[in-house]
């Protein structure tokens, strides 16, 4: 702290400060405190944090705030289930912070003494910045990059796994720019499995082996698609599929009835869209009639794939150089998350789409789960055939 001994002020001094504002000491509480800013670093870690309702009653009621940010990512601010971009501003006037000053409303004088009292304040500290808060979209673009060095290729490969790229809970919610709420879920969105307490990515190769697997189990046994039989499934691959990872992807891909809930149905979409991405990982660009046969094939016999399964994986477009329909591989995984820049992408590689073509890429784009909206602020649209499309506002 500073050492103000070499000055200290006294009543006498005070007094002739009022005087020559032409404040009466009568209408003062006879009390002064003398303040003095510490030239130490002793508070140079207090900072202004602008916080909304629900950042302060979280901290009235004992709840958790979170800063979170590696060294080369912005940092954020989480609660338990929000998460707001930090952005620094300026006061419209310079703060002076005081841990101790006395406030008015505590402050009791005996007037009938007519005593001056004089109070020495130091470790005050200057503040002219803050930190807006600006709840915005999670950051669980790293989910996905943090786990893919550890990710789970099958147990002959376990033993080539280093630990340091194994996430326990503690680790990746540190490393995650979101609320533990918002990575929770996010985490059920991928098929993911926790194996000895570390949080596993099932890579695509294993779980395109598994899921081939379980679906051959269902024809050898001649189930239909909704009389599928979990624990007989499972019995019958226990010593290749680990159970918490047979698990995440048996139920990804099946439901249990609504009649018997010992027997599941799996669903049609979801596996020919999941054997339809096995294709296009070996052959991103496909004759349109070729791959809807390799994919009719590639199917158990009782479900049936369409085209629209598509949407969202790859696009068909016509090649006029070819002079040939095609299946083109385009994940929207592989999309910026910027709307103007997914956009700008999108319209690069087709120049109309559909909005059921579409939906798939833009869906909560920027926060926006209205996907119309969407199109009307940045795309425009025309008619053609009687089919509604969409292309770049500011590209003919």
Not at 40 to 61: A, G
Not at 196 to 202: A, N, S, T
Not at 237 to 265: M, R
Request: aromatic share 12%.
């Amino acid at each position: 702290m500073a050492d103000n001994s070499k000055y200290v002020r006294t009543s006498e001094e005070v007094r002739a400060t009022l005087h020559s504002l032409k404040m009466k000491t009568s209408d003062s509480k006879q009390f002064a405190q003398i303040l003095y800013s510490t030239t130490t670093e002793e508070h140079s870690c207090i900072k202004l944090v602008e916080m909304d309702d629900h950042l302060l009653v979280s901290l009235e009621e004992n709840k958790c705030l979170f800063f979170k940010g590696g060294p080369h990512d912005f940092t954020v601010l989480t609660s338990l289930n929000r998460t707001y971009e930090l952005r620094e501003a300026e006061t419209s006037n310079t703060l002076l912070l005081f841990p101790t000053i006395e406030l008015s409303k505590n402050i009791s004088i005996n007037r009938d003494q007519y005593q001056w009292q004089a109070k020495q304040t130091a470790g005050g500290k200057l503040l002219h910045i803050y930190y807006e808060t600006l709840r915005c979209q999670p950051k669980l673009e790293k989910i996905l990059s943090l786990l893919e060095p550890s990710s789970f290729k099958g147990l002959a490969y376990e033993k080539q796994i280093d630990k340091e790229y194994l996430y326990d809970w503690e680790r990746l919610r540190r490393n995650i720019q979101s609320s533990d709420h918002e990575v929770k879920e996010a985490l059920t969105k991928y098929s993911i499995a926790i194996i000895d307490g570390y949080y596993r990515l099932i890579s695509f190769e294993y779980k395109a082996q598994a899921l081939t697997m379980m679906l051959d189990v269902m024809e050898e046994n001649s189930w239909r698609l909704n009389q599928v039989n979990k624990e007989e499934t499972f019995n019958a691959l226990k010593q290749l599929i680990p159970e918490t990872v047979f698990d995440i992807i048996f139920y990804e891909y099946a439901k249990p009835n609504d009649d018997d809930k010992s027997l599941y149905t799996y669903d049609n979409e979801k596996v020919c869209r999941f054997l339809a991405q096995v294709l296009l990982a070996a052959s991103p660009v496909n004759e349109y009639k070729q791959f809807m046969d390799a994919w009719r094939m590639g199917v158990p016999l009782r479900m049936l794939p369409k085209p629209e399964y598509l949407n969202g994986i790859a696009i068909t477009k016509w090649n006029s150089r070819e002079g040939r329909k095609e299946i083109i591989s385009f994940p929207a995984s592989n999309l910026p998350e910027d709307i103007n820049n997914k956009l700008n992408e999108l319209f690069k590689v087709k120049d109309k789409w559909t909005i059921e073509e579409i939906t798939p890429y833009i869906l909560n784009s920027g926060g926006y789960i209205d996907v119309n909206f969407l199109l009307t602020k940045y795309a425009r649209s025309s008619v053609i055939n009687g089919l509604k499309y969409y292309s770049s506002k500011y590209h003919k």
